[in-house]
């Protein structure tokens, strides 16, 4: 069974800190890896994608890929309470067409 | 259209019903998926097309369930003699052809069984 795995919090940060969310993969294959967010009673959103090892910023954003360690973060800076949401990891597995496995979500709450 | 499209957006129906959800992604996209979300999960696959085809059904949960598209288009989420346990959050995706692309993913269809 591929498996994507995430702490599921509460990750409590205060407004301006970094909040710093983790997940690991299980299937050594897997080629690209994503962060969604998700508020409460909405879909995900898609805010980063990440193909190689390393690091990629986006805005306030950096995802980091660590293949060897089957392992993949999102650093959020200068955390706002508008950042306060569930963020998923989801990774393609290997031979799986576009299909993406999916964790089950870190929840982020920035407290003011 | 502009985004992933699906209705009902919100469906109560009574257990041993059928329900049609309908999914209309986004234009070019020749890849469409299904999930589902339990309250306080995460997300269940289901069901993935490629084109009219599916090669991967495998997260149906039950023979009740079944699904298909047409045209390359619109999809058809079908869920038959419906239980309690199938009350859900039914959300469709797209994606572009070719490489390995994150999902748009559309506003749901929140599903109630009473």
């Known amino acids: 069974q591929k498996e994507v795995e995430q702490n599921s919090g509460p990750l409590s940060v205060p407004e301006g800190a970094i909040a710093s969310l983790n997940c690991t993969y299980s299937d050594r294959g897997s080629q690209s890896f994503f962060w969604y967010r998700q508020y409460s009673g909405k879909s995900p959103e898609l805010i980063m994608s990440?193909?190689?090892?390393g690091d990629k910023e986006d805005g306030r954003f950096t995802a980091q890929l660590n293949k060897a360690s089957q392992y993949v973060s999102l650093l959020i800076r200068d955390s706002q309470p508008s950042d306060s949401a569930t963020y998923l990891c989801?990774?393609?597995?290997?031979?799986?067409?576009?299909?993406?496995?999916f964790g089950t979500g870190t929840q982020l709450k920035v407290e003011l | 259209g502009a985004g992933v499209s699906q209705s009902p957006s919100n469906k109560v129906t009574e257990k041993g019903k059928d329900v049609e959800l309908r999914c209309d992604p986004i234009s070019g996209h020749t890849a469409l998926y299904w999930y589902r979300q339990s309250l306080g999960q995460g997300l269940e696959f289901l069901i993935y097309?490629?084109?009219?085809?599916?090669?991967?059904k495998s997260g149906l949960p039950s023979d009740r369930f079944s699904a298909e598209r047409t045209g390359g288009s619109v999809s058809t989420l079908t869920i038959q003699r419906t239980q309690q346990e199938d009350s859900a959050v039914y959300l469709c995706?797209?994606?572009?052809?070719?490489?390995?692309?994150?999902?748009?993913f559309g506003s749901g269809t929140r599903l109630t069984v009473v």
């Open positions: 995706a797209s994606s572009p052809p070719g490489g390995s692309y994150g999902y748009t």
């Open positions: 990440i193909y190689s090892n």
């Open positions: 989801a990774v393609n597995e290997d031979g799986g067409g576009n299909k993406l496995t």
């Open positions: 097309f490629q084109g009219n085809s599916a090669p991967d």
